[in-house]
């Protein structure tokens, strides 16, 4: 995907904490606990990206000097991880959002076919927020994230961001064709998928890194 004509609702961050800390990510040589650290530190700066056009009101606010007004969070946010890889970001997002709601979405890919298979939806009745963050570090073929961005639109969610680690252009491509409307947040975008699905060079399988479960 050349830089040109890259998608406007694409955001690659550029960040040199991001770059720094995608590099040790990707090492084949990094361990789950500190596999588990960094999609946490990493996740914390991509939702700071994501929500730099967030609402904001003011607050009256009392320093050891005098009243000022201050700002307060207006959004209400709902945070969407995609079980299981997406769990591992949830936590940061958190301590930077503290008042968000966060709604359980457990979507396999099946290995054969590549399509998302959903086997858990913790969404409440209704859409009681004003901007949905699903978070998932990987964006492959694109069919986990637009049947995410389905489900949430089908109940309601007005305004949805997507949160991922590494996207592949296949996936950008994807999301974009199906939800042009959606935004998507990445601290990469790789060069392609291989033939089962993986990007490369990417960094594995993202769920099989944090939570140890990898058979080679
Ligand atoms: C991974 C990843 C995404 C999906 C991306 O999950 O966390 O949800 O694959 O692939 P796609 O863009 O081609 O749909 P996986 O299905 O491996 O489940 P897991 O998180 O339980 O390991
Ligand atoms: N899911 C992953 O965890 N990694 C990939 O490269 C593709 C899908």
Redesign the pocket.
Known sequence: MPASTLPPTLHVSRHPAVLHKLALLRSVETEPKKFRELVREISWLLGYEALADARVSPVPVRTPIEEMEGHRLADRIGLVP?????LGMVDAMLELMPTAQVWHLG???DERT?R?VEYYNKLPDRATVDLCLIL??????????TAAIEVLKHWGAARIKLVNLIAAPE?VDAVVRAHPDVEIHTAALDRQLNEK?YIMPGLG????RQFGTSHS
């Not at 995609?82 to 997406?86: F, H, K, N, Q, S």
């Not at 399988?205 to 099989?208: L, V």
């Open positions: 995609i079980l299981r890889a997406g979507l396999f890919r590549l998302p998932d570090p990987m964006l492959a073929t694109g069919g986990s994230a996936g699905g399988d993202a769920g099989d």
